[in-house]
């Protein structure tokens, strides 16, 4: 059963809660972006899952118009064949990440490349070659400093053989966190 993104009072009207109806607008966002990323119509959608979902629904969901249960959701997923915590919303404010981490935003984790490339060893090395790709991938090359998003930050983290939360004090400790000069 599909529910729309309401709930009733004791008086029976509809009272749309809207931190419901901004999570169901992001729940759909990422139906979106996962439905265009496979390059499927919504009527494709439709037929993919033999009418279970219905074009029009599809596009409400999308729209955070309706919300989806979350046995409809799994069934969403097998049919993109993703599994279902791709068709949620990132949310960079995960339990255990220091708030002055890069999970915040108002502070970004910026890399001094300057001193990483005076750097030796292993831990340097795969450094150098993760965030030159990063690097390409953004063409970004001024060559000093790179800002590191949220989810990078895992990568790095493996690299440097320490827990996620403690990304950035390694990174202090190697003195690798840019600091603009005063």
């Not at 009527?43 to 599809?58: L, N, R, T």
């Not at 118009?65 to 969403?76: A, D, G, K």
């Not at 949220?150 to 990304?167: K, N, S």
Request: glycine share 4%; proline share 5%.
């Amino acid at each position: 059963m599909v529910k729309k993104a309401a709930s009733s009072t004791s008086s029976g009207d509809d009272v749309v809660d809207p931190a419901d109806a901004a999570y169901s607008r992001r729940v759909g966002e990422r139906l979106r972006a996962i439905r265009r990323q496979k390059k499927l119509s919504l009527q494709d959608v439709e037929e993919m899952s033999q009418g279970e979902f219905k074009a029009s629904v599809v596009g409400a969901y999308e729209r955070g118009e309706r919300s989806i249960s979350l046995p409809r959701l799994q069934r969403m997923a097998d049919v993109y064949a993703v599994p279902v915590a791709q068709l949620l919303p990132f949310d960079e404010s995960e339990p255990g990440l220091d708030p002055d981490s890069v999970a915040s935003r108002s502070r970004k984790l910026a890399i001094d490349l300057v001193r990483l490339a005076e750097m030796t060893g292993p831990s340097a090395e795969m450094l150098t070659r993760f965030l030159s790709m990063i690097q390409v991938q953004r063409g970004d090359f001024n060559g000093k400093v790179l800002t590191i998003r949220a989810h990078d930050v895992r990568a790095i983290a493996a690299m440097l053989d320490v827990p996620l939360e403690d990304v950035t004090a390694r990174l202090d400790a190697l003195e690798l966190l840019y600091r603009p000069a005063r």
